[in-house]
């Protein structure tokens, strides 16, 4: 097979997923609407908490596809990435605590929607644009750069526990009542907050595959397998890392923001480095740069962590490294890559 007819085959396949799991994503979210919108008394009606809980499935999903974004496609392993996840709750959190009382009068801007909207963009972007410049400046990279993400995560995690910082101590943010003048109780807002994250989710899917199809993503690819041989045609590989990952921050903090609301919390403890692991374990599972495995991964984990959790929930960090290195020596690309080896399998034998 010829270059040209294996990169006409691979447009086409990743042409007809990105088709399949749009269409995916939009009737999933349209029969958990329909299925709500059942009687309560009905077979298949989805009360209140389930589509709650699938909301923050959906936050997650949105998450990992920022960690794929970096990591499958420009090969920067990222172990901080619930920093900006955080960082978008936080400044959700502040919005939805100053329509009541800030904790602190400088908190009282928060109280506008707009601002907050800015806050949950600005806040995790300008933090990776600081923390992304020093650190691609000094060409800092592979283990190294994810041991210092994995350090400024639990860092974040250790000042927000202080009470100075007037964001909740270690108990955090809570007791949320009303979004844009709306009950957050209130069984349509919270079909409204699962509908906003399955398009949030939907339009970050898109967003993400035109960046990696573009020269961008081409120039992306080029570095994560010969960052040397791109630095040495002309390009500056600090800038094109550094706009990716600033990218992807964003994207974590929009996800956390509408993590908060349909959770009702926020608290230091999303800062853990444990979390930003187990973003890494979505990821691998699903499968790197392809995207739709990271959805995959982020949905199939977390449905597993609700079960499990609720059956034993001492054995489920053991549950998570066992099937973190399951994956890693049987699976190292996921089960999107196995899926495509099993299509070539059978293309092959036909």
Request: with cysteine; glycine share 10%; net charge positive.
């Amino acid at each position: 097979m010829s270059l040209a007819t294996m990169f006409k085959r691979n447009s086409l396949l990743d042409e007809r997923s990105t088709w399949i799991t749009s269409v995916v994503l939009i009737v999933g979210m349209l029969a958990v609407v329909v299925l709500h919108a059942l009687p309560p008394d009905h077979a298949w009606h989805l009360n209140g908490s389930v589509v709650s809980l699938l909301g923050k499935y959906l936050t997650y999903m949105l998450l990992a596809l920022a960690v794929d974004l970096i990591w499958g496609y420009l090969g920067i392993l990222s172990l901080g990435h619930g920093a900006f996840f955080a960082l978008g709750g936080y400044a959700m959190g502040l919005y939805l605590t100053a329509q009541q009382a800030p904790l602190a009068p400088w908190q009282a801007v928060m109280a506008h929607f707009p601002v907050a909207a800015l806050a949950v963009i600005l806040a995790p972007g300008l933090l990776a644009l600081v923390f992304g410049w020093l650190a691609f400046r000094s060409r800092v990279t592979g283990v190294y750069f994810s041991i210092i993400t994995q350090a400024l995560t639990f860092a974040l995690m250790l000042a927000f526990n202080r009470n100075e910082m007037a964001m909740g101590g270690s108990t955090g943010l809570t007791r949320f009542d009303e979004l844009l003048g709306f009950a957050l109780a209130g069984e349509g807002m919270t079909v409204a907050l699962f509908v906003a994250s399955g398009v949030a989710v939907l339009l970050a899917f898109w967003g993400c595959k035109a960046v990696t199809r573009s020269r961008l993503g081409r120039v992306c690819m080029a570095t994560r397998d010969a960052e040397a041989r791109v630095r040495f045609i002309g390009y500056r590989v600090e800038h094109v890392k550094l706009a990716v990952f600033v990218l992807s921050a964003m994207i974590a903090g929009v996800a956390g923001a509408l993590y908060v609301p349909q959770v009702g919390i926020i608290n230091p403890s999303t800062f853990a480095p444990l979390f930003s692991i187990e973003v890494v374990v979505w990821v691998a599972l699903g499968g790197r740069a392809t995207l739709y495995g990271a959805l995959l991964g982020a949905l199939v984990v977390n449905y597993l962590k609700t079960v499990l959790t609720g059956v034993m929930p001492d054995a489920w960090l053991f549950l998570l490294g066992g099937l973190f290195v399951v994956v890693t020596m049987f699976l190292p690309q996921g089960v999107a890559g196995l899926m495509a080896h099993l299509r070539r399998r059978r293309e092959v034998t036909a």
